[in-house]
Antibody
C-alpha cells in the first residue's frame, strides 16, 4: 500500500527554523516526484515545489523560491521542506504529494502537517 | 504564469442532481496536465481526474472530466451525499515550469 506519512504538528515562534518530513512507503521512492502543497486556514491549495528524490533535482514555485528549501534523502525514502526563519504568515497545513512525472496529477497525498507560527 | 478561474464559487444542489463545475485558464493548457481534486473537510485532497478526462482507479463513473484549450469541466452526473465537498482544478505549465490550482468550487447541499 502506497503511503506518505508526514511528521507531526509544530508550534513555532517567528524567526525560528523548521524542517518537516514526509516518508514514502509501498513504492519505489526514487521513481516518483515528491511535491509540497500549502493550504492556509480556510483557503485554497498552493503548489510550493517538487523534487526528484533520485537526483534531488527540484523546482520551486516563484512564490516560494528562496522562502523554503525542499530536499530528499533517498536512503530513508523521506522528503523534507524547511524554513530558516518562520513568519506568522507561514501558518498553514502543509501536504506532501506524489507525482509520477512532472506535470502529472498528484495521486497520493500525505495526511498533512499543521504548522502554527505565533509569538 | 497561467491563472485558473473556477466557477461558480459555490454550487448548491440536491442529491440526485447533475453538477457541472467549470475551470477556465488564462491561456491554453495542455490537456495532459489538467487534473481535478476533491477535498472534504479535515481531509487531504484526493485526485479524481488527470489528463483532463481520465478517471483515477476507484473513482465512481459518475465523475467525468472534459475540455481542452482554456475551458475544462468536471461533471458529476448524479450527486451522492458524499460528493458534497470542495473541488479544485490544477494545471502544469512549462513557462515558467510550475503547477497552478484554481481557487476551488464548493459544492454544497441545497
Amino acid at each position: 500500500e502506497v503511503q506518505l506519512v508526514q511528521s507531526g504538528a509544530e508550534v513555532k515562534k517567528p524567526g525560528e527554523s523548521l524542517k518537516i518530513s514526509c516518508k514514502g512507503s509501498g513504492y519505489s521512492f526514487t521513481s516518483y516526484w515528491i511535491g509540497w502543497v500549502r493550504q492556509m486556514p480556510g483557503k485554497g491549495l498552493e503548489w510550493m515545489g517538487i523534487i526528484n528524490p533520485g537526483d534531488s533535482h527540484g523546482r520551486y514555485s516563484p512564490s516560494f523560491q528562496g522562502q523554503v528549501t525542499i530536499s530528499a534523502d533517498k536512503s530513508i525514502s523521506t522528503a523534507y521542506v524547511q524554513w530558516s526563519s518562520l513568519k506568522a504568515s507561514d501558518t498553514a497545513m502543509y501536504y506532501c504529494v506524489r507525482g509520477w512525472y512532472v506535470g502529472s496529477g498528484f495521486d497520493y497525498w500525505g495526511q498533512g502537517t499543521l504548522v502554527t507560527v505565533s509569538s | 504564469e497561467i491563472v485558473l478561474t473556477q466557477s461558480p464559487g459555490t454550487l448548491s444542489l440536491s442529491p440526485g442532481e447533475r453538477a457541472t463545475l467549470s475551470c477556465r485558464a488564462s491561456q491554453s493548457v495542455s490537456s495532459t496536465y489538467l487534473a481535478w481534486y476533491q477535498q472534504k473537510p479535515g481531509q487531504a485532497p484526493r485526485l479524481l481526474i488527470y489528463g483532463a478526462s481520465s478517471r483515477v482507479t476507484g473513482i465512481p463513473d459518475r465523475f467525468s472530466g472534459s475540455g481542452s484549450g482554456t475551458d475544462f469541466t468536471l461533471t458529476i452526473s448524479r450527486l451522492e451525499p458524499e460528493d458534497f465537498a470542495v473541488y479544485y482544478c490544477q494545471q502544469y505549465g512549462r513557462s515558467p515550469p510550475m503547477y497552478t490550482f484554481g481557487q476551488g468550487t464548493k459544492l454544497e447541499i441545497k
